[in-house]
C-alpha cells in the first residue's frame, strides 16, 4: 500500500508575488488538486494520494484522494509530522527504505501513528524555479524505491509546477482586471466631476467618451455620439481651427492649446 504526497513551502511569498503564495490559490481550487491527486495514486498504485502545503505552523492537504478520517476532515498535520519538510532541506531527492530505522525521520509522529513507513520525495519548483516543496510517496511497508518511481515523482513534481503557475497568471491576470475597472471607474468620476466639458476620440476621429457638461453644452445625449465619428456628428467642424488643433495634438502626441469660435455652437472656446 502506498500514499503520495505534494507539499509545498508557503512560509514565504513567491518571488514578484508579494503577501501571497500557493495556498492561497490552491486552497480555493481543490477540485484540480484532487484530480492530481487521484491520478498520482493510480501511477502510482497508492491507494490514498495527498497534495500538501507547508505553513509556518501545518502541514495541509489541499488535493486527497482516499485519505482516512480524521484527516479527511481537517486536511492538516502539525509542521513538527512533516517529512516533506526535510526535502526542502536538502534541496534534492529523499529515499527512506524504513523510516523506522531512517535517522532522519524515525522520530517523526507520522511513522508510528500514521503507519508511513517508507518514504520517497522529490523536489517541487515554482514557476521561477525556487524549491518550494516536494512531490513524496508513502508506503506502509518497507521498499525499495527504483529510479522509475523516482522519475514518475518528477514528473507529477513538473506537472504541479505547471498547474502552480497557471493558477498564480489567473490570479495575476484577475487582479490586473479588478485594477484596471477601478481605475476606470475613478477616471469616470473625476471627469463627470469636473466643471468643464470633456470628450475623447481616438485616431479615425470616432467619440470614445463624453461627460456630462459636454452634453449640455453640445445639446445632445451621449447615448448618441459615442462609437460614431466627430466629423460625421458635427459636420461643421470639419476644415475649422479646431480640427486642426485636434490633428496637431494627435500627430504630436502632445497638449495643443487654442482660442476660437466653436464651428459647433459658435460660442467662444478655449
Partial sequence: MGCLLTCVDVSKPLAGHAG????AGWAEDPEALDRLSRLAARLLRAPIALIS???PDHNRFVGAHGLPQPLASSRQLPLSSSICRHVVAANGPLVVRD???HPLVQDSPVVHE??????LGVPLL?????????VCAIDSTPRDWTEDDIETLSVL???ATSELGAKLYREERKRSEDARRAGEVRTTEILESIGEAFYAIDRDWRIL????????????????LLGHSLLDSFPSFVGSPAQRAH??????????RFETVSAIFGKPIE
Avoid at 20 to 23: D, E, H, I, L, T
Avoid at 126 to 134: A, K, Q, T
Avoid at 209 to 224: K, P
Fill in 20 to 23: 501571497a503564495g500557493p495556498a
Fill in 53 to 55: 502545503i507547508l505553513t
Fill in 99 to 101: 523510516a523506522r530505522s
Fill in 247 to 256: 490633428e496637431r495634438a494627435i500627430a504630436e502626441s502632445r497638449p495643443v
Fill in 114 to 119: 500514521l503507519n508511513v513507513i517508507a518514504y
Fill in 126 to 134: 515554482g514557476p521561477d524555479g525556487e524549491i518550494l516543496g516536494s
Fill in 209 to 224: 467618451y463624453v461627460n456630462r457638461h459636454a452634453e449640455q453644452l453640445w445639446g445632445r445625449g451621449r447615448e448618441e
Fill in 157 to 159: 513534481s513538473r506537472a
